[in-house]
């Protein structure tokens, strides 16, 4: 089982729609969860963190984290096809005893103009 | 510098040979970490360094490649007698405040 799970899509949306990310994590010992965004060629980016259960918003951007069911999603609304990239999710593996981020493969997400 | 630089920006080299990537972190930042990307891949970890702690090398593939870095900054990246799969782009990413981390636009490693 791979420690960070994504699906490797693409996702396929409509200008304007909400985007729905997801991953799954493997160790419940993980504290700090991370979305970044790397578009074709280019190195990612931070765009949200999260540390405790809920959401957290920024924008148009919304991360959702349940440690119980050791889930973390990321919702883009109004999508736009300047959304359109790879979207990694990476959390902290503590339970390891490595303190670097661990990734996921990341999904590709397409906004149909 | 304003951000992470890394050089080269690309290098192709043949099978066997001794490669040397290098990254410049930001400045003041104490965490600096190498990850690497195959194509169409997420980021596998490699290295971490925190400060003046012992780094994390557990992601090492294998004990060809190694980093060491300098005067808790500059960081040198080396892969010893090259092989096809070391072929991908590796990533180096500083950060201040831990786990927020900053990527260099990369090396591309092409082994021929």
């Known amino acids: 089982q791979k420690e960070v799970e994504q699906n490797s899509g693409p996702l396929s949306v409509p200008e304007g729609a909400i985007a729905s990310l997801n991953c799954t994590y493997s160790?419940?010992?993980?504290?700090?969860f991370f979305w970044y965004r790397q578009y074709s060629g280019k190195s990612p980016e931070l765009i949200m963190f999260?540390?405790?259960?809920g959401d957290k918003e920024d924008g148009r951007f919304t991360a959702q984290l349940n440690k119980a069911s050791q889930y973390v999603s990321l919702l883009i609304r109004d999508s736009q096809p300047s959304d359109s990239a790879t979207y990694l999710c990476a959390v902290t593996s503590r339970g390891t005893g490595r303190r670097a981020l661990t990734f996921g493969s990341g999904t590709r997400l397409q906004v149909q103009p | 510098g304003a951000g992470v630089s890394q050089s080269p920006s690309n290098k192709v080299t043949e099978k066997g040979k001794d490669v040397e990537l290098r990254c410049d972190p930001i400045s003041g930042h104490t965490a600096l970490y190498w990850y690497r990307q195959s194509l169409g891949q997420g980021l596998e970890f490699l290295i971490y360094?925190?400060?003046?702690?012992?780094?994390?090398k557990s992601g090492l593939p294998s004990d060809r490649f190694s980093a060491e870095r300098t005067g808790g900054s500059v960081s040198t990246l080396t892969i010893q007698r090259t092989q096809q799969e070391d072929s991908a782009v590796y990533l180096c990413a500083s950060s201040l405040v831990q786990e927020e981390l900053f990527f260099g636009e990369g090396s591309r490693l092409t082994v021929l």
């Open positions: 999260i540390y405790s259960n």
């Open positions: 360094f925190q400060g003046n702690s012992a780094p994390d």
């Open positions: 160790d419940r010992g993980s504290q700090s």
